[in-house]
């Protein structure tokens, strides 16, 4: 589980006498992880820059509750996709501040990594900031990539660190080869290097695109919707508890079974419906649900909003969709040689070597790859 990489890794970076920013609405499991660190935790409003800035120079201007004494790290904890909201943390925000104030930043791309940007790559690829800028990148494999388990990516010895303390990492079970195999053709796939040629930049734009077509259809229903206009997590909100239960059980009699969800995942008057889009959603598919989402709000008179849709909504209707995905269709390039070709093995490393040895055997390895993609090309 991802909720595991988060809960168990982040103890093995942190400790007492350190400080964890975190903002409200992070994960249970980003909660749960910085809670067993040890360290003192303090709660920023959601995405809100100023106030991480505000904690961010009361924690390096108090230091520790009682000795007073600075914190020797201090983490930001941010999610690139929140969950139950689909609002996009602000990234380029948060790398300037944590320059600015020599802190860490950790970022979970649970709802991201395999959906945003133009390369899939998260968050990061998103808003096209360098991922060297990230302390610690951490992912799951059970949304896009379909598998089990989660990851955890940075610096080779932010790696090797992990590698010598994290829990999971000693004391659980790896991943099964089965789901290994699964999560590296996912990557692959993603990077042009395996399925049909052009497959992995198809599936994100139709998910770019099903994500776009399903809000802006939503807007115009006249329901209220959460998050950003990209974020394939797309909240309907329901707010009162006594209509969830109405909510699912309609739409799921006619056909569109859906998750929704209440306190204490969410503020108690703030109960909401959320839809993840997936690449394998036709406009057809899309089409239906929101006719069913039509039929049902208005039912249960969850047509709340008393504002037009956004403009951007505007010009995002089913001939506009049809006309992207097409053009996406015509841009599929032949896969071989020129995308890469095929990837070439690794050696595997052993878990017990020095961080140092580790570093040069990947290296090496890192060299070899590129000469062989360069021979291949
Ligand atoms: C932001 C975030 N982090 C971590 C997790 C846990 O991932 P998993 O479902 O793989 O345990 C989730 C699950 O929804 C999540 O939304």
Redo the contacts with the bound molecule.
């Keep these: 589980?991802?909720?595991?990489t988060?809960a168990l890794n982040m103890p093995a970076l942190i400790g007492k006498g350190c400080c964890v920013l975190s903002d409200e609405l992070n994960?249970s499991?980003?909660v749960l992880g910085a809670r067993l660190t040890g360290a003192k935790i303090k709660v920023f409003r959601h995405n809100d820059i100023a106030d991480v800035e505000a904690k961010l120079r009361d924690a390096i201007v108090y230091g520790q509750d009682r000795t007073r004494r600075p914190f020797k790290k201090i983490l930001i904890v941010v999610?690139g996709v929140y969950?139950m909201e689909g609002s996009v943390t602000r990234l380029p925000e948060l790398i300037a501040l944590k320059k600015k104030y020599k802190a860490y930043l950790y970022l979970?791309e649970?709802?991201s990594i395999g959906a945003m940007g133009p390369h899939g790559r998260g968050v990061v690829d998103y808003f096209g900031c360098d991922p060297r800028d990230v302390d610690v990148l951490m992912g799951?494999f059970?949304?896009s990539f379909g598998g089990a388990g989660?990851y955890i990516a940075g610096s080779q010895h932010l790696v090797a660190l992990l590698r010598q303390r994290s829990h999971s990492g000693l004391y659980g079970a790896s991943l099964p080869a089965p789901v290994a195999a699964q999560v590296v053709t996912a990557f692959q796939m993603l990077m042009g290097r395996a399925g049909p040629p052009g497959e992995g930049a198809r599936r994100l734009k139709q998910l770019e695109v099903n994500t776009q077509y399903f809000r802006a259809s939503l807007h115009r229903l006249g329901v209220i919707v959460y998050g950003h206009r990209t974020s394939p997590v797309v909240p309907v909100m329901i707010f009162m508890p006594g209509k969830i239960a109405a909510f699912g059980r309609e739409t799921l009699k006619r056909g569109l079974g859906t998750v929704v969800v209440g306190y204490p995942a969410t503020p108690i008057i703030e109960s909401r419906a959320r839809f993840c889009l997936s690449a394998a959603h036709s406009l057809d598919i899309i089409d239906r649900s929101v006719q069913i989402i039509d039929e049902v709000t208005s039912l249960l008179l969850m047509k709340y909003s008393r504002r037009p849709p956004p403009a951007w909504t505007a010009g995002i209707t089913r001939e506009w969709a049809e006309a992207q995905l097409k053009l996406v269709d015509q841009q599929r390039r032949p896969h071989g040689a020129a995308n890469g070709g095929p990837v070439p093995r690794r050696p595997v490393e052993c878990r017990g070597d020095p961080p140092d040895k580790v570093a040069d055997e990947n290296d090496a390895a890192v060299k070899d790859n590129l000469a062989a993609v360069a021979a291949a090309s």
């Design positions: 589980m991802g909720f595991a988060n994960h499991s980003l999610e969950s979970d649970a709802h799951t059970t949304k989660g």
